[in-house]
């Protein structure tokens, strides 16, 4: 064998064991690079928003709003206050041998609460959430796909995916006589909403605030009106979709529109 094969034979073994081949997570792959973060989780049988329907995203029960067991609360340097909300993450276990499954596997989260810090305690024991650590707090059957139980903290690379996302966008509508709120889930692409606007058969398009997670709110009465909705994602892109809402609507209704397309 030449010196050049030899060479290039040595840099494709130490990329197989030591980058790895991305291992899709079967939902498109991914627009971001791969970087280090830490991953813990919480035990089914404890009470806990990622587990009973909670949330700092308002999303209240997870399976009815389609997001189901693999989620995540992520620590304050990646939630962004809120925006992160709905964003899929696609991580991996690395750097150890003892508690990452064999072959490296990945698995797809979506991100759905918020991961508090303490600052009492260090980073690798119990500060994991502590800014700037980049930190993802998973529900037990997500960390099952790439860790060992008896893990405690682990490594692990992880990256934002695009988010594969069955039907159109959800709008839930709460509020009251002189105010709309709107929960926004099952958002597509990448996920995440950065602005909304809402319309009336009465009145012009009203941009509506974020009120908390994924529930935005706008000062006005909208009763016996069809309402309209415009989305703009994370990366910028824009949907509009028309009286998503017929006029009868009522409160706590959850109302279907159009989709991002990947």
Same mark, same amino acid.
């Given at each position: ?32 690079? /791969?970087? &280090? ?12 928003? &990622?587990?009973? $329907?909670?949330? =700092? #995203? $308002?999303?209240?029960? &997870? ?5 189901? +067991? ?6 304050? =340097? ?7 909300? $709905? ?5 991996? #276990? ?16 979506? %991100?759905?609460?918020?991961? *508090? ?7 690798? @024991? ?5 800014? *700037? ?10 960390? &099952? ?17 695009? #988010?594969? +996302?069955?039907?159109?966008? +959800? ?22 909403? %950065? ?9 012009? /398009? ?6 908390? $997670? ?13 309402? !309209? ?17 017929? !006029? ?11 989709? @991002?397309?990947?």
């Amino acid at each position: 064998m030449t010196a050049s094969l030899l060479l290039l034979f040595l840099l494709l073994v130490s990329g197989a064991r030591f980058g790895g081949a991305v291992r899709p997570g079967g939902n498109g792959g991914g627009y971001e690079d /791969w970087r &280090l973060g830490t991953a813990t989780y919480v035990k089914e049988s404890q009470g806990h928003p &990622l587990n009973d $329907g909670g949330g =700092a #995203c $308002g999303y209240g029960d &997870l399976d009815i709003f389609r997001y189901g +067991r693999y989620t995540a609360g992520l620590s304050g =340097a990646l939630f962004g206050k809120g925006s992160a909300c $709905g964003g899929c993450y696609e991580l991996r #276990c690395v750097n150890n041998i003892l508690w990452c499954l064999r072959g490296s596997p990945s698995v797809v989260v979506t %991100a759905t609460d918020f991961c *508090p810090p303490n600052f009492g305690l260090a980073d690798d @024991f119990g500060g994991w959430c502590n800014f *700037p650590k980049e930190h993802l707090e998973m529900t037990e059957a997500a960390f &099952l796909r790439v860790a060992k139980a008896k893990a405690d903290i682990v490594q692990v690379q992880f990256r934002r995916v695009s #988010c594969d +996302r069955a039907g159109g966008i +959800r709008f839930t509508i709460t509020g009251g006589t002189n105010f709309l709120q709107v929960l926004i889930t099952n958002v597509a692409a990448d996920g995440e909403v %950065a602005a909304v606007k809402v319309k009336g058969s009465r009145t012009g /398009w009203i941009p509506m605030g974020r009120n908390w $997670g994924q529930n935005w709110q706008c000062d006005a009465d909208f009763r016996g009106q069809p309402l !309209s909705f415009e989305v703009t994602g994370g990366k910028g892109r824009t949907i509009t979709m028309y009286n998503v809402a017929p !006029s009868d609507w009522m409160f706590a209704q959850t109302f279907a529109g159009k989709q @991002f397309v990947q």
